[in-house]
Structures are given as structure tokens and as C-alpha cells.
């Protein structure tokens, strides 16, 4: 599966401290995330991880366009809940486009937990039949 990871300032802590906890389950997948979360992550628990650009300079934009392509199948997005002066528009269209692509996303630590757990149990394996560049689907077209 492929998992996409975006943490803001506040919350890259607690998501290294998440993926330290459950580093089992998330090295059997493919991950990706924004710059520094991808470092603080991989360099606390030696887990493979695709670096994107930095948020501010689009790499939730990246994972926003993997998931409007079917490229990712789980979404882990602690945000920082405090009050802004401003409207996200990011934040909202990322979790619009998993809601249009049924794209399961969390974006606490209890959420990420369930998710993880689950995805360990085999509980989205159905997302392995809607995406159309999973191993699944390549093996069924011949593509490998």
C-alpha cells in the first residue's frame, strides 16, 4: 500500500513518536511525506521514505496530485488544530480529494492508530481493487 504522511510543526513530534510505535506495520508499505517529516521520521526509525518537497513549498500539493491519480491509498495527516487568522484552502482540498477518491485518512493520533492497525488486519485490501497501479492490478493486466 502506499501511505502518504504530512505532519505540520507542531504534530512532527508526535507523528516520529506514532511511526516509531508502529515501524513493524509501516516498513511492509510504501511511504512517502513532506521533506522534514520525512527526515525527522526516517532518521528516528530507519523506515525507507520518499521525500517530497517541503509543505510550504508544495509538497502537499504532490500528495494532493497522487491522490486525485489513485497513488495513494492511506493518508496520515496530524495537523495543527490551534485557530488561524486565515483559511487553509490545502488542508480542505486534501481531505476533499480523499473523501472524492475514498482515500482513508487520519488526522489524529487515534485515527492513525485505527488505520494502522487495520491496514496490519488486511482491512484495506480493497483499496488493492481500486487502484489501478497496485501490484494486484498490475499482476492481473500482466504489466510486471
Known sequence: MEIAIIAHDMKKELITQFCIAYCGILSKHNLC????????????????????????????????????????????????????????????????????YNVPYA???ASAEVLVCALDRGDLDWREIVNPRSDYNRRKSGQF
Do not use: M, W
Open 33 to 100: 511525506a513532506t521533506s522534514i517529516t520525512a527526515k525527522y521520521i526516517s532518521e528516528a526509525t530507519g523506515l525507507h521514505i520518499e521525500r517530497l518537497l517541503t509543505g510550504e513549498h508544495g509538497g502537499e500539493q504532490q500528495i494532493a496530485s497522487r491522490i486525485a491519480y489513485n497513488e495513494i491509498d492511506v493518508l496520515l495527516y496530524f495537523r495543527d488544530t490551534r485557530p488561524k487568522d486565515y483559511f487553509d484552502e490545502t488542508d480542505t482540498e486534501l481531505l476533499r480529494l480523499c473523501d472524492y
Open 107 to 109: 488526522t489524529n493520533i
